[in-house]
């Protein structure tokens, strides 16, 4: 069994700073990809940020110079810095993972239930 748990969200003005951390828990031999992906009201679910287990780093071109992404690996955690936020980032904020639960298991993508940031004056 593995579960995700998202935490940082909430209500922040435009311009400011959020921190989202994401944690793995469970049966876990090895995480691959980690990342970020949000949705807004009446829209598609989007990708924001991924990260390997070498530490490379891709971003949308949305967030690029505003959002950070970075993983502590003896930690099972991955983390999304948010800055000069603005309102169009305000969405629901979900964190997958490829996780490879055995030695000889196939990696399975796993989501967090999500976290809400409200970005509003």
């Known amino acids: 069994q593995v579960q995700l748990v998202e935490s940082g969200g909430g209500l922040v003005q435009p311009g400011g700073s959020l921190r989202l951390s994401c944690a793995a828990s469970g049966t876990i031999f090895r995480i691959n990809q980690m990342g970020w992906y949000r949705q807004a009201p009446g829209k598609e679910r989007e990708l924001v940020a991924t990260?390997?287990?070498?530490?490379?780093?891709k971003y949308v071109d949305p967030v690029k110079g505003r959002f950070t992404i970075s993983r502590d690996n003896a930690r099972n955690t991955v983390y999304l810095q948010m800055n000069s936020l603005k309102p169009e980032d305000t969405a629901f904020y979900y964190c997958k993972a490829d996780i490879q639960s055995g030695r000889w298991t196939v990696p399975t993508n796993f989501w967090g239930h999500g976290t809400q940031v409200t970005v509003s004056s």
């Open positions: 990260m390997d287990n070498g530490g490379n780093a």
